[in-house]
């Protein structure tokens, strides 16, 4: 709090008027940060997907989700890590009610999109594991070994478990 004040040249007694403490504060900054991720990112992001192969649009929307999920770490790790699932990241960008909606509407066209003859029992499973499976193994990997999302090869093993949940072989 003392830092904050002296950066923004307000007391600190005036700081506690307007946050009780340094968790309402940074629940404020990344309120703020995923907004302005649903708003601004989310719409450059569909438009540079158009038209892409499907593993170059995975690698881009992948590639987006680190992103993000660093954002946030580096911004307050354990308030990251402790908030995840409240935060509902990439559930900003539309009216959902639920990470189900979220998923259906999505997701689902998404695949829909790119494998339009796809089962539609296959297709809601591969989009519930695109949708859910790849931001929980990058939660994941922040949690256990940080240092590892931010380099390439992470992101490379992300895209072939995002192709893989396309890829179906019958079950025998």
């Not at 954002?71 to 908030?83: A, G, I, S």
């Not at 192709?163 to 179906?168: D, V």
């Amino acid at each position: 709090m003392h830092r904050l004040s002296e950066v923004s040249g307000v007391a600190v007694g005036s700081i506690y008027q307007y946050f009780p403490n340094m968790e309402a504060i940074v629940t404020l900054a990344f309120d703020h940060i995923l907004d302005e991720e649903a708003i601004v990112h989310v719409a450059a992001l569909r438009e540079r997907i158009a038209g892409l192969a499907l593993d170059a649009a995975l690698r881009e929307i992948l590639d987006n989700m680190v992103r993000m999920e660093l954002r946030l770490y580096r911004l307050h790790r354990e308030f990251h890590l402790k908030y995840h699932p409240d935060l509902k990241v990439g559930m900003r960008t539309g009216p959902y009610e639920n990470t189900r909606q979220y998923v259906d509407e999505a997701w689902s066209a998404f695949v829909t999109m790119y494998l339009p003859s796809l089962d539609p029992l296959r297709r809601d499973m591969a989009a519930y594991m695109l949708g859910i499976g790849m931001r929980a193994t990058i939660r994941a990997t922040l949690e256990d070994a940080p240092e590892r999302v931010a380099e390439p090869a992470f992101r490379d093993c992300l895209l072939a478990m995002a192709l893989g949940a396309l890829e179906f072989r019958s079950s025998s």
